[in-house]
Every structure is written in C-alpha cells, then in structure tokens.
C-alpha cells in the first residue's frame, strides 16, 4: 500500500526533523530598524499586564529582507519598549511576513502576533525605502539617504515579550490561562549604516501604528545582521487582564469569541 501521508510519522522521522532544525546555518538579513520616541500614555495604554512601560518610551520598526536559501522572506515588526520584573526587551503589536510558512511556528510555538503582509526594502545607490503593508496600506514607511558606516556593535542578546493562548472553543475567552513568553536573541551585525530620513504612519484600522506618533526620531540604520532565537514560558498570566488586549492579535476580534452552532459549515463536515 502507498504510504498515507496523513498518517503518522516515524519515530526516527520525527528525530530527524527536529535535528535539522537544531543545524541551521547563520541566515543573514538585510533590513532597515527605525527607532522613536512617542507619547509615554500611548505606550503605557498598549501594554498588557503585567508589562511595564520601560524607561524612554521607545516604538521600533524592523523592516528586513531574510535570505532563506531558495525561500526568501520578508519580515517586519513594531513593537514598543517595555518591562517585565527586571527585564527590558520589546512587546510587537505586529509582525507582517510575506510567507504562510514564517507564520506557523512563530505564532503556534512562541505567541508572536505575525500575520501575512508585504514587506519591501529598497536602496538605489544611497537612497533607502522601507515599508510594511496589509490591506493595500503602507502603515509603515522609512524612507532616506544612506550616511557612513557605523562602528559594528558587540553581539548582543536583546528580549522579546509574547503571549501565547488559544481562543475558548465556546467563544467566552480562553481555553486555558494564557503564558507570558520570554523570547531571546542572540544578534550578531557584519555591517551598519547611518540613514538620515523620516518614518511616515497612514492610518490603518488593521494595524493602526499612527497611534505611536513620532515625537523625536532617535535614529535610522541599515545593515546586515544575523539571529537566534530561544523562548521560554515565564509565567502564567490572568484572563481576564489579557482579554481587553485581545483586538491586537487579530483583523477581525470577533472572530475570537464565534463559537459555530453544531451542525454548522465551521462546525461540521
């Protein structure tokens, strides 16, 4: 019989996959990371407990093209400067991929609000262009001109702040307590260049990051950097707190809270 491909893999199948994820190669991306200060009441309204507002209140985008070999991506995030316990890291409102795949295992494994988008970045001898997309709208555009180089940082490990949780399947909130994710990168820069420019934010009901207004724009860089990633559960965290923030993960919120009637076209064969 021709083997059923639904059917259940092999023990050293499974073995093999999860060793070649444990061998991946440096992958190098080329992007461009925009750094502002906003209204610290923006950030502080954006922030799930128990996150804390961080010292500055900071918004960056990461705009960057991702050289997967024969796969090349397109990856982008905002996120706003935050606190948990003695941590400084980031919290992303949004991360638009250009790949169903680059979703999958971000959002199922570590809570990180990815959704599909366009990404592009663009430089044409000194003159950059950067911008994420969804629903036809540029939300998010860098635009400038390429200074010098910069001095190349020391690898440093910086902290990302997920949720992770599953919607109840009886529409009421969550199926179980939601964790707090510690996700940590160890990030290595081989070049790195000054851009003098401007962030432009449209408005956009699906991602609104105009919200962030750009009060001082404290830089602009383009370069070429490489990351690992690791995340751990940190701690559980109250429903209830968590459910007002809900909205930020999904176009259409409502969804979340659906729970199809037996015998229904989602509910049924």
Known sequence: MARVRYGART???????????????????????AVWETDPDVVAAVLPPPLK??????VRANISKVDLPGYPLGAGSVAVAARHGGVDGWYPLVMPMTHERALTGGREVFGEPKKLGEVTVE?????????????????VEVRGAVGGALPLPEPVRKTDFYFKFLPAVDGSGFDADPVL????????????????????????MYDPVADLPVRRLVEITIGEKTTDQQGRVVERVSAQALLPYLHQRYDDPQQAFDAPPPGSAEGSV
Do not use: M, Y
């Not at 950067?130 to 036809?136: C, I, K, Q, V, Y």
């Not at 260049?193 to 432009?200: C, F, K, L, M, N």
């Open 123 to 139: 430089r044409d001898g000194l003159v950059v262009r950067a911008s994420l997309a969804r629903h036809g709208i540029a939300f």
């Open 181 to 204: 994710v510690h996700c940590t990168r160890n990030e290595k820069v081989r070049r790195l260049e000054s851009v003098t420019g401007d962030v432009v934010l449209r408005e956009s």
């Open 11 to 33: 023990e050293a199948e499974i073995a093999a996959s999860r060793a070649k994820s444990s061998q991946l190669p440096d992958i190098w991306s080329t992007g461009v990371v």
């Open 53 to 58: 507002p961080a010292e500055r209140p900071l």
